[in-house]
Every structure is written in structure tokens, then in C-alpha cells.
């Protein structure tokens, strides 16, 4: 089992910056996918960031240039920096982890921009 916490969402204008972070409950070193989803009310979840623990990295087209998805594994955190945020970024963001043959996922942290 994985339990995942995420946090550092809020309210954000347009143009500013935010740092989501996601702390789980085992160690991450064996945890080979770790990412970031998010939803938009009335929208399916959606990729937005992927890493894996030999350092690849993979990005929605939408916020490639934009977000930057890293991980400590000494912390067990995973993190996404997002930076030029969008009215569109606004969604619930999810921490997402697949280890083994099981998919984890976070509760959620709200990330709204306002134009």
C-alpha cells in the first residue's frame, strides 16, 4: 500500500507561479512511476506530468515549457513546479503512483487561476 498526500495549491493569478508537492508513505526509490494528474470540472483526469526513478520524464503537450516535475527520493516527495500558470491549469491536481501491479492515488489539492 502507498498513501499519498499532496499539497500546495490555492489561488493563483494568471502569469504567477505555484509548487505542488506530494509526500507518500513508503519509500519512493522502488516506486517506479510517480506523476501528476489533474480534472477540470465536467472534464476527464488527465496526464500532466510523469517521472520515473531512472530519471525520464514526460509532459502533457499543454504544459510542457511550463511545469517541471521532480522527485527526492531520500524525502519520498515528488514535486511539480508550475510556472506561467493558465486560467485552463485550473483543476484539481491528483499525485498518482503505480508500484507493482496497483495504482495509488492522492485525494487531490485545488489549483485555481483567475485571469
Known amino acids: 500500500q502507498v498513501q499519498l498526500v499532496e499539497s500546495g495549491g490555492g489561488l493563483v493569478q494568471a502569469g504567477g507561479s505555484l509548487r505542488l508537492s506530494c509526500a507518500a508513505s513508503?519509500?519512493?526509490?522502488?516506486?517506479?512511476?510517480m506523476g501528476w494528474y489533474r480534472q477540470a470540472p465536467g472534464e476527464q483526469r488527465e496526464l500532466v506530468a510523469t517521472?520515473?526513478?531512472?530519471?525520464?520524464?514526460n509532459y502533457a503537450d499543454s504544459v510542457k515549457g511550463r511545469f517541471t516535475i521532480s522527485r527526492d527520493n531520500a524525502k519520498n516527495m515528488v514535486y511539480l513546479q508550475m510556472n506561467s500558470l493558465k486560467s485552463q491549469d485550473t483543476a484539481l491536481y491528483y499525485c498518482h503512483a503505480q508500484w507493482l501491479a496497483s495504482h495509488y492515488w492522492g485525494q487531490g489539492t485545488q489549483v485555481t487561476v483567475s485571469s
Open positions: 513508503k519509500s519512493i526509490f522502488s516506486i517506479n512511476a
Open positions: 517521472t520515473t526513478s531512472a530519471g525520464s520524464t
